[in-house]
């Protein structure tokens, strides 16, 4: 079962007498956009895959990125025959919850897409957990899928480790995409479907509101929603 699930009714309890979050953790903050970017030479669509906690959340922001034309929920960094819901929640399958973003290179580059990833999405200082949910499944990471993507990626946290743009190093893993597979359909653009959802509105709608503070020109009030069906 989803940790979140489980440690949802504390943190909301804890969170709602203290007047703040019951986790302590790196607050949404715009960092510098990469020095290296992916090029925006490439024609038709483009993916990045990313990690960043739970997917509810990561897919709900990027729903709202000008430029994005979907994005998917779902599985990578294991087998198919693991891929998923109840058995990645075991967090013995080598998957992460992980986002599939496809988008526009002409309207929007990898290199943005990180800067927000890094900004809005996740603390990427966390190691297998992000804010209630912790475990391998909830790791944060880059899948890459062309040298362009790992030499952006890597430059990028080089740079940012540099800068000291968060208070710890950067935990954020950088791998090659090996496959994605998407996940069930109930979990698919949840954030949007399901906005009243405790585990939503504490952890997942301040992340949105963070998306159109700090990223106004790139922030669409209409998501793309998936459209997936199982």
């Known amino acids: 079962m989803r940790l979140h699930t489980l440690f949802l009714a504390a943190t909301a309890l804890t969170a709602s007498l203290a007047g703040a979050p019951a986790l302590a953790q790196e607050s949404p903050h715009l960092v510098p956009p990469p020095a290296t970017d992916a090029t925006t030479a490439a024609v038709g669509p483009q993916t990045a895959v990313l990690s960043g906690g739970c997917f509810w959340g990561v897919q709900g922001v990027f729903e709202h990125v000008k430029g994005v034309t979907r994005v998917l929920a779902g599985y990578s960094g294991g087998a198919k025959s693991t891929a998923d819901y109840e058995t990645v929640s075991t967090g013995t399958t080598g998957h992460a ?22 900004s809005v999405v996740l603390d990427p200082t966390m190691k297998n957990a992000q804010g209630p949910d912790e475990g391998t499944q909830y790791r944060s990471e880059i899948f890459f899928a062309t040298p362009e993507q790992q030499k952006t990626a890597s430059a990028y946290i080089a740079q940012l480790d540099a800068a000291h743009a968060f208070q710890a190093p950067i ?3 950088i791998d090659p995409l090996r496959a994605f597979y998407p996940a069930e359909a109930y979990h698919q653009d949840f954030l949007e479907t399901h906005p009243d959802y405790p585990y939503i509105v504490f952890n ?20 793309k929603l998936s459209g997936f069906k199982s």
């Not at 919850?97 to 890094?118: A, H, M, N, R, W």
Request: proline residues 9%; hydrophobic residues 40%; glycine residues 2%.
């Open 97 to 118: 919850e992980s986002v599939q973003i496809t988008y526009d290179p002409q309207k929007i580059s990898y290199g943005k897409i990180l800067q927000i990833f890094f």
């Open 204 to 223: 997942d709608m301040p992340k949105v509101e963070a998306l159109k503070t700090i990223f106004p020109q790139d922030f669409s009030a209409q998501p």
């Open 171 to 173: 935990a954020t893993r």
